[in-house]
Nanobody, 129 residues
Framework: QVQLVESGGGLAQAGGSLRLSCAASGRTSGNYASGWFRQAPGKEREFVAVFSWTGGSWSYADSVKGRFTISSDNAKKTLYLQMNGLKPEDTAVYYC??????????????????????WGQGTQVTVSS
């Protein structure tokens, strides 16, 4: 089992920045693709940014492209989401997720929440105008 714990959410003004962290613990020795997703009230969970196991591939939702950056520190077993230029429409609960992959999927990206087996508890991000 892998446990994921997000932190770094909070309240920000439009145009401001926040940095989310997702610390992994437990059975982290496998190969995991990872991602950040968000869910606003009354809406479905949507992908924000996804990362391949090797870190060689990544992708962003059009709504955050150029403003958000996904990164990882393998030594710390931590995934990050740097969010700049925040907008009120970025308000949501943000989740990190991990998916165990085979070596043949080292650079694959996974965009659907249903593809991920491990989730954090979520962290609230609220952006005021």
């Amino acid at each position: 089992q892998v446990q994921l714990v997000e932190s770094g959410g909070g309240l920000a003004q439009a145009g401001g920045s926040l940095r989310l962290s997702c610390a992994a613990s437990g059975r982290t020795s496998g190969n995991y693709a990872s991602g950040w997703f968000r869910q606003a009230p009354g809406k479905e969970r949507e992908f924000v940014a996804v990362f391949s196991w090797t870190g060689g591939s990544w992708s962003y939702a059009d709504s955050v492209k150029g403003r958000f950056t996904i990164s990882s520190d393998n030594a710390k077993k931590t995934l990050y989401l740097q969010m700049n230029g925040l907008k009120p429409e970025d308000t949501a609960v943000y989740y990190c997720a991990a998916k165990l992959v085979g070596i043949g999927s080292r650079n694959d990206l996974f965009y659907r929440p249903s593809e991920y087996g491990y989730w954090g508890q979520g962290t609230q991000v609220t952006v005021s105008s």
